[in-house]
């Protein structure tokens, strides 16, 4: 076999000269690829705004039951008579008779300065008395004998016809008596100033010892032994006493919402943080009409009466009180998120734009539907609810009652027990 045999035999061999088709893997996936985006575009074209979404609502049981409507304050607790005691005149602490706690009775000493300044300006003002009325007895025998002389010298002028004494000399004697009655007026006037700054130290001396006006409980003292007490400027306070813990009143800020609902003598009850599982009861003794104004809030200060039999309760303690203003039972009621609720309306909802409508301009906007919805939205509409019928909502009118913030009142023919009110929605995709 020749040379060029063995090659045509050796090519066949290998199929060196066959020629091969080329195969279309990469056609067929670019086609597949093609066809998924083209059916993406059309769901995204035609299907995309078909797509319905169901709400699904929470409820609630329409029930009758008994309501309790009820204001709330918060306030602080203090004594029906608390007194401030202070005191008028400086000097140092030399003793404290009376302390925390302690029970005083009205007059009692509670604590006394250094006395012996005072005592001292006493004897001081005792003296200038005793001398100015010592200077009135010398004035009184002054005019005593000026007076003696002057009618011996007016007799001694008539028996001697005129002739003696001397005109002169009489004059000067009734002068001299004038004087001595001047004087002896002087005399009673500094006995008078004598007296008045005697009275006052001895007032001075007085109050140098500090003293209860009333019987009570000792619940602050703010002074210490050797202290010293300046009372030149303002009147400083020593010791506050509480005339009875055992009847005490409770200090709140009424809103000026609820001041309109609340009367004297209502029943209320309150709690402390002392002990918040128990219930104080309390009663409305008065409300004032001053307003206080705080941060724009306008409140007005109302105040209940407490009985502390048991001493349980102490001044300041923060106390929220709540005060029943109406008691209704066996009446409709209804959740009050029920109220305020709105079914979603499809048409005011906003859709995405389809890839159709990014591709193709849109004109402007129609704004005469907004301008009727913004006028019906200005009527206002009477309180509904809205209650759920074969997975649908449908509007009831209701007349709306009391409420305590969680239920409300309600009066409507259409409700009954045991219907499901919607108090809310939650859109999902079916």
Do not use: C
């Not at 008596?177 to 001895?202: F, N």
């Not at 309760?313 to 609720?341: D, H, I, Y």
């Amino acid at each position: 076999m020749s040379n060029l045999d063995k090659q045509s035999a050796l090519s066949k061999a290998l199929k060196l000269n066959t020629v091969q088709k080329p195969r279309n893997y990469k056609l067929f996936i670019i086609l597949f690829i093609a066809l998924l985006i083209a059916g993406f575009a059309i769901k995204l074209l035609f299907f995309k705004n078909n797509e319905d979404k169901t709400a699904r609502f929470e409820t609630a049981q329409i029930k009758h039951g008994d309501l309790t409507v009820a204001v709330t304050a918060t306030g602080k607790l203090e004594p029906v008579t608390q007194v401030d005691i202070g005191i008028e005149v400086s000097g140092t602490v030399a003793e404290i008779k009376a302390d925390f706690n302690q029970h005083v009775t009205a007059g009692q000493v509670l604590a006394t300065l250094d006395l012996r300044i005072f005592d001292a300006k006493v004897k001081q003002s005792q003296g200038l008395l005793d001398q100015a009325k010592a200077k009135l007895i010398d004035a009184q025998a002054t005019i005593s004998e000026k007076k003696q002389a002057l009618e011996f010298m007016r007799k001694a002028r008539i028996l001697s016809g005129g002739q003696l004494p001397a005109k002169q000399d009489i004059v000067t004697a009734e002068a001299n008596l004038k004087r001595a009655h001047a004087q002896e007026k002087l005399i009673k006037a500094s006995i008078s100033q004598a007296e008045g700054q005697l009275k006052l130290d001895q007032t001075n001396l007085i109050k140098a010892s500090i003293r209860t006006p009333i019987n009570g409980i000792v619940l602050d003292r703010k002074i210490e032994k050797g202290q010293t007490v300046a009372a030149s400027l303002q009147t400083p306070v020593m010791f506050t006493v509480a005339e009875n813990l055992t009847e005490m009143e409770l200090h709140v800020d009424a809103d000026e919402a609820d001041v309109g609902k609340i009367k004297m003598g209502q029943p209320a009850s309150f709690t402390v943080d002392a002990y918040p599982d128990k219930n104080f009861p309390a009663k409305i003794s008065e409300i004032r009409y001053a307003p206080q104004t705080v941060n724009g809030v306008v409140t007005y200060e109302t105040i209940l009466l407490v009985n502390n039999a048991d001493l349980l309760l102490r001044p300041g303690m923060t106390a929220t009180a709540e005060v029943v203003v109406n008691k209704l039972q066996n009446v409709l009621l209804v959740p009050s998120a029920a109220l305020r609720f709105t079914p979603p309306n499809k048409k005011d909802k906003k859709t995405e734009p389809t890839f159709l409508d990014k591709l193709l301009p849109r004109g402007p906007r129609p704004t005469s539907g907004n301008k009727k919805t913004g006028k019906a939205k200005e009527k206002k509409s009477s309180p509904k609810i809205w209650i759920l019928e074969q997975n649908k909502p449908r509007e009831v009118k209701v007349k709306v009652g009391l409420s305590d913030g969680e239920m409300t009142e309600v009066q409507s023919e259409q409700l009954k027990e045991g219907m499901q009110v919607i108090v809310d929605t939650e859109s999902s995709p079916k």
